[in-house]
């Protein structure tokens, strides 16, 4: 398909997709008691807060439970139009969500105990898992599907218009080096290089000539897209399905663990063939899940206090004489 500057309308765009059956039909087996989405390998919307956003303070004063990850009723018969397409966006979604928990938290503390940075390596295997698991297409299926979609939202769609990742890099290497407990602090580093790895790994075998459609709308001449503007993070989260505004701890959390849960559901049915990042992806996903609740917790009391400190000190009078 050939690509010019002219924008595409909604149908146009709807028509593509049922064209070449991009997932909005449910071609495996309908289950009505599915608890994610409305058909097998359904996608949902994802509401999250902002990086700037407090997160309000309704969590549990105990933290949350560990609970086992589980999707009740989920038919994870394989297809590769819905399964593909549902990996691609749910596990763009997670990332996200792991991203902001992380960066979060390591921007709020100055020091760095070994219980947290393993919480931390916690997650940064997750994320090594959720890149691989969300490339899991093949290389014809992304050049047919997935990257002529990001085309429509954008031709220079790019993974560098993240907000929830501004940051991240510079603040595990403080952490690491801002510890007691080193031997930790490499641990996470390396679980972070590790993710890093991964990403370049899979964006190799999806466009192996390197051509990414940032840097072909650069060569096009495309002049607006040289620096990240708001209108391009909101570009990204409108495809990935993101809505941003006031989000409780509490429901991030449960919006993550219902991804999570439907991606160890799909994982355990349909393993990932000859995966290079781990070999027991439910162990990690669970880790993630409970590490999360636990630097969430820490959060909304950090925000709780915050508030509490704001509404108790006293408004400095104003100076009327002159």
């Not at 146009?12 to 991009?22: A, D, G």
């Not at 290089?193 to 192996?208: E, G, I, Y």
């Not at 570009?235 to 991606?263: N, P, Q, T, Y």
């Not at 439910?282 to 508030?307: G, P, V």
């Amino acid at each position: 398909m050939a690509w010019s500057s002219k924008s595409f309308t909604l149908p146009e765009i709807t028509r593509y997709f049922l064209k070449n059956k991009c997932a909005f039909t449910p071609t495996a087996k309908m289950n009505f008691m599915m608890i994610f989405g409305d058909y097998s390998y359904g996608t949902e919307v994802l509401r999250m807060p902002r990086m700037d956003d407090e997160l309000t303070t309704d969590y549990p004063a105990g933290g949350l439970r560990p609970e086992p990850l589980t999707s009740p009723g989920m038919d994870a018969s394989f297809d590769p139009s819905a399964t593909y397409w549902f990996r691609w966006i749910t596990g763009h979604q997670v990332m996200l969500v792991l991203w902001q928990i992380l960066n979060r938290d390591l921007h709020a503390r100055e020091t760095f105990d070994a219980e947290t940075l393993l919480l931390y390596t916690d997650i940064l295997n997750a994320c090594t898992l959720t890149f691989e698991y969300t490339a899991s297409c093949s290389e014809a299926y992304y050049q047919k599907h997935i990257r002529p979609t990001m085309i429509l939202a954008h031709r220079a769609f790019s993974g560098r218009w993240v907000a929830d990742y501004v940051g991240l890099p510079k603040a595990v290497n403080r952490a690491a080096k801002n510890t007691l407990f080193p031997r930790a602090g490499q641990q996470m580093r390396e679980a972070y290089l590790q993710s890093q790895k991964m990403h370049v790994r899979v964006a190799q075998k999806l466009v192996p000539e390197g051509a990414s459609l940032l840097k072909c709308a650069k060569s096009d001449g495309i002049a607006s897209v040289e620096e990240v503007k708001p209108h391009h993070q909101e570009i990204f989260d409108h495809f990935f399905l993101i809505g941003r505004g006031s989000v409780s701890a509490s429901e991030l959390h449960h919006s993550l663990r219902r991804r999570l849960a439907a991606i160890a559901t799909d994982l355990e049915a349909n393993p990932l063939a000859d995966s290079s990042a781990m070999e027991h992806p439910k162990a990690i996903l669970q880790a993630a899940a409970d590490s999360t609740a636990r630097l969430l917790k820490t959060q909304a009391e950090q925000s709780a206090a915050l508030h509490d400190r704001h509404a108790t000190s006293p408004s400095l009078p104003t100076d009327s004489a002159h």
